[in-house]
Nanobody, 126 residues
Framework: QVQLVESGGGLMQAGDSLRLTCAAS????????MGWFRQGAGKTREFVAA????????DYGDSVKGRFTISRDNAKNTVYLQMNSLKPEDTAVYYC???????????????????WGQGTQVTVSS
């Protein structure tokens, strides 16, 4: 099992920057790919970004590409989501997720991720 704990959410203004942190514990070697998803009120869960822990390869959702950056510190079993130029439409609960051994192309399907954190709220006012 892998446990994931997000932190760093908050109330921001449009144009601000914010960094989310996801700390993994347990069988972290099982977390080959880690990602971020978000869910706004009344909306379906949306893929934000993912990173392969061994190679550092990344993938981004179209709505955040160029503004958000995902990174990892394997020594700390931590993944970060740096969010710049925040917009009101970025308001959501942000979830960290992980999946096990996988060496294929990135998947943006939440059903492919096995482990989930409890989420952290990000609110962006205009």
């Amino acid at each position: 099992q892998v446990q994931l704990v997000e932190s760093g959410g908050g109330l921001m203004q449009a144009g601000d920057s914010l960094r989310l942190t996801c700390a993994a514990s347990g069988r972290t070697n099982s977390a080959y790919v880690m990602g971020w998803f978000r869910q706004g009120a009344g909306k379906t869960r949306e893929f934000v970004a993912a990173i392969k822990r061994r190679t550092g390869d990344t993938d981004y959702g179209d709505s955040v590409k160029g503004r958000f950056t995902i990174s990892r510190d394997n020594a700390k079993n931590t993944v970060y989501l740096q969010m710049n130029s925040l917009k009101p439409e970025d308001t959501a609960v942000y979830y960290c997720a992980a999946r096990g051994a996988y060496f294929g192309p990135f998947s943006r399907n939440e059903n492919d991720f096995v482990y989930w954190g409890q989420g952290t709220q990000v609110t962006v006012s205009s």
